[in-house]
C-alpha cells in the first residue's frame, strides 16, 4: 500500500493548519486546502505537506482538486474542516448575506467535497481496508443559544448531513466521523464573525480559564482517523472544562467548593 494520504480543508490558519502538522507529525501524507496560498505556502515550507489553492464555495475549484487527487495518488481520509460564523444578531436583525455565506461554507462545501471524493476515498478503502470522512462541526450544531441564528442553522444542517451520511454508507468500509468542538481559541474564528474587531473577538476568551486551543482539536481528529479499522468515533464532543454548553462558560480560576 502507498503511502497514506489525508485531505484537510481549511488549512490556511487554526484547526485545519493544526491537523496538517499533525498528521504530518503521525507519518502521513496531507494535502491541506485553503483559498489563501501564502498561508498554504508556508505551512508546507515548515510541514512537508501538498497544498491546493481552492475555493469550495466554487464547484470547478472543487472539480480540480478532485482531478488533482486523482492524477497524484490515492486518498484514504477526508478532514472538513473549513467553515465559520458570522454575526452574533438575532433571527430578526441579522444579514441574511451572512446566513448564505455560512451555509455555503459549512454546508454546501461539504457537500460539494463529499460528492466530488467519495470515489477516490472507496479505493483508498480498498487499500487501506477502512477509509475516513471527517467533519468539524460544532456544539452550535447540537445546543442552540441566543445569538446563535444562522450558524446555529448551518451547524445543525453540517451535524444532520454527517448523521444522513453514515447512514447511506451502511455496509462500506467508510467511517463518517463528526468532531463538535466547544470553545476553542484560534487567531481568526471570532474575529471573523465579529467583522475584524479585534476588541470585540478577544473578550470572547477573556477570562476564560484555558479554552482549547487548534492543537487540542487536532490530536482528537488524528486519534480517531487512527483507530483501529473495526472502531468508529461516531460522534465527538470536545469542550474545555470551563465551559458546560453554548452559553454558559465560566469566568476566572476554577475553584473546588467548600463543603457546608
Same mark, same amino acid.
Given at each position: 500500500?502507498?503511502?497514506?494520504?489525508?485531505?484537510?480543508?481549511?488549512?490556511?490558519?487554526?484547526?485545519?493548519?493544526?491537523?496538517?502538522?499533525?498528521?504530518?507529525?503521525?507519518?502521513?501524507?496531507?494535502?491541506?486546502?485553503?483559498?489563501?496560498?501564502?498561508?498554504?505556502?508556508?505551512?508546507?515550507?515548515?510541514?512537508?505537506?501538498? @497544498?491546493?489553492?481552492?475555493?469550495?464555495?466554487?464547484?470547478?475549484?472543487?472539480?480540480?482538486?478532485?482531478?488533482?487527487?486523482?492524477?497524484?495518488?490515492?486518498?484514504?481520509?477526508?478532514?472538513?474542516?473549513?467553515?465559520?460564523?458570522?454575526?452574533?444578531?438575532?433571527?430578526?436583525?441579522?444579514?441574511?448575506?451572512?446566513?448564505?455565506?455560512?451555509?455555503? @461554507?459549512?454546508?454546501?462545501?461539504?457537500?460539494?467535497?463529499?460528492?466530488?471524493?467519495?470515489?477516490?476515498?472507496?479505493?483508498?478503502?480498498?487499500?487501506?481496508?477502512?477509509?475516513?470522512?471527517?467533519?468539524?462541526?460544532?456544539?452550535?450544531?447540537?445546543?442552540?443559544?441566543?445569538?446563535?441564528?444562522?450558524?446555529?442553522?448551518?451547524?445543525?444542517?453540517?451535524?444532520?448531513?454527517?448523521?444522513?451520511?453514515?447512514?447511506?454508507?451502511?455496509?462500506?468500509?467508510?467511517?463518517?466521523?463528526?468532531?463538535?468542538?466547544?470553545?476553542?481559541?484560534?487567531?481568526?474564528?471570532?474575529?471573523?464573525?465579529?467583522?475584524?474587531?479585534?476588541?470585540?473577538?478577544?473578550?470572547?476568551?477573556?477570562?476564560?480559564?484555558?479554552?482549547?486551543?487548534?492543537?487540542?482539536?487536532?490530536?482528537?481528529?488524528?486519534?480517531?482517523?487512527?483507530?483501529?479499522?473495526? @472502531?468508529?468515533?461516531?460522534?465527538?464532543? @470536545?469542550?474545555?472544562?470551563?465551559?458546560?454548553?453554548?452559553?454558559?462558560?465560566?469566568?476566572?480560576?476554577?475553584?473546588?467548593?467548600?463543603?457546608?
Amino acid at each position: 500500500m502507498s503511502e497514506l494520504r489525508v485531505v484537510v480543508t481549511g488549512a490556511s490558519s487554526g484547526i485545519g493548519a493544526a491537523t496538517v502538522r499533525a498528521f504530518r507529525a503521525a507519518g502521513w501524507s496531507v494535502l491541506g486546502v485553503a483559498r489563501r496560498e501564502d498561508r498554504l505556502l508556508a505551512l508546507a515550507a515548515e510541514t512537508g505537506a501538498e @497544498v491546493f489553492v481552492a475555493d469550495l464555495t466554487v464547484q470547478a475549484d472543487v472539480e480540480a482538486l478532485r482531478d488533482h487527487l486523482e492524477a497524484t495518488g490515492g486518498v484514504h481520509a477526508l478532514v472538513n474542516n473549513a467553515g465559520g460564523a458570522k454575526g452574533l444578531d438575532s433571527v430578526e436583525r441579522s444579514d441574511v448575506d451572512d446566513w448564505a455565506w455560512m451555509f455555503e @461554507v459549512n454546508v454546501l462545501a461539504v457537500k460539494r467535497v463529499i460528492s466530488a471524493l467519495l470515489p477516490l476515498l472507496r479505493r483508498g478503502a480498498v487499500e487501506r481496508g477502512v477509509a475516513d470522512i471527517l467533519n468539524v462541526t460544532s456544539i452550535a450544531g447540537h445546543t442552540a443559544y441566543v445569538g446563535g441564528g444562522g450558524y446555529n442553522a448551518a451547524k445543525f444542517a453540517a451535524h444532520a448531513l454527517t448523521a444522513v451520511l453514515r447512514l447511506e454508507l451502511n455496509g462500506e468500509p467508510l467511517r463518517v466521523i463528526e468532531v463538535a468542538p466547544g470553545m476553542v481559541k484560534t487567531d481568526e474564528f471570532a474575529l471573523v464573525r465579529f467583522g475584524g474587531d479585534r476588541a470585540r473577538a478577544d473578550a470572547v476568551y477573556s477570562s476564560v480559564p484555558e479554552p482549547l486551543v487548534a492543537e487540542d482539536i487536532a490530536e482528537v481528529i488524528v486519534d480517531a482517523v487512527t483507530k483501529p479499522r473495526h @472502531v468508529d468515533l461516531d460522534l465527538i464532543v @470536545v469542550k474545555p472544562v470551563a465551559q458546560s454548553a453554548p452559553h454558559l462558560v465560566a469566568k476566572g480560576p476554577l475553584t473546588v467548593r467548600t463543603e457546608d
